[in-house]
């Protein structure tokens, strides 16, 4: 099965600058969805990619799908408190562009200090 | 209700007690799924519906567990003889297909076995 790397484990940052959470596999990544998740709630939706190179921007969120397909980065633009969390990739493993089996990284906790 | 509902919230429960997850899917959404979230660890796939049917439950960890969907809407997890070691946070979530479509999550089922 697929296994998800993601680097930092945890980020403490200051509010207005900005960071990068990487994604790694082991295998070619057909379909890459990237979640937050804040303790005590469920995932929120934030991208989700497909194509080698693909590029997708949300307010000040970017994620980038590699051209192997087999790494995907998240940028956040002059983070805010709001931002914090935990970030989690999750990897199709159909390859058919399902999403309802995916296997998810650890995740990379976020702190923004005001 | 405008998103998933899962009910209870929390539940502590003795080793060897039976117990039941509920999920309330957001309303038209076809495809139903079940994560378990260990601390520190990504969600891990357990069982998708489409419909009424469990179209795939390779993700069940033995047959202790189960899930059913009767009318194709509200799902239960159902747990038999509870051990320590299925204490997790359990993440229903929906999406109005299984293809490249956004799933949507519930908050999670906080289950602690002592």
């Known amino acids: 099965s697929q296994e998800l790397e993601q680097s930092p484990q945890s980020l403490i940052v200051q509010e207005g600058k900005n960071l990068t959470i990487n994604c790694t596999s082991s295998k070619t990544l057909y379909g890459l969805y990237w979640y937050k998740q804040k303790y005590g709630e469920g995932l929120i939706f934030l991208m989700m990619l497909q194509k080698g190179g693909e590029e997708k921007s949300h307010e000040k969120i970017t994620a980038k799908l590699d051209e192997k397909k087999q790494q995907s980065s998240l940028h956040i633009t002059a983070s805010q408190p709001s931002h914090a969390g935990i970030y989690l990739c999750g990897a199709d493993e159909e390859g058919g562009g399902s999403n309802y089996k995916l296997t998810f990284g650890k995740g990379t906790l976020l702190t923004v200090n005001p | 209700g405008a998103g998933v509902s899962q009910t209870p919230s929390n539940k502590v429960t003795e080793k060897g007690k039976y117990v039941e997850l509920r999920c309330d899917p957001i309303s038209g959404h076809t495809a139903l799924y079940w994560y378990r979230q260990s601390l520190g660890q990504g969600p891990e796939f357990l069982i998708y519906?489409?419909?009424?049917?469990?179209?795939?439950d390779s993700g069940l960890p033995n047959d202790r567990f189960f899930a059913v969907r009767p009318e194709g809407s509200v799902s239960t997890l159902k747990i038999q003889r509870t051990e320590r070691g299925d204490s997790a946070v359990y993440l229903c979530?929906?999406?109005?297909?299984?293809?490249?479509?956004?799933?949507?999550f519930g908050q999670g089922t906080r289950l602690t076995v002592v």
């Open positions: 979530a929906s999406s109005l297909s299984s293809a490249n479509t956004e799933a949507f």
């Open positions: 519906f489409q419909g009424t049917g469990a179209a795939d």
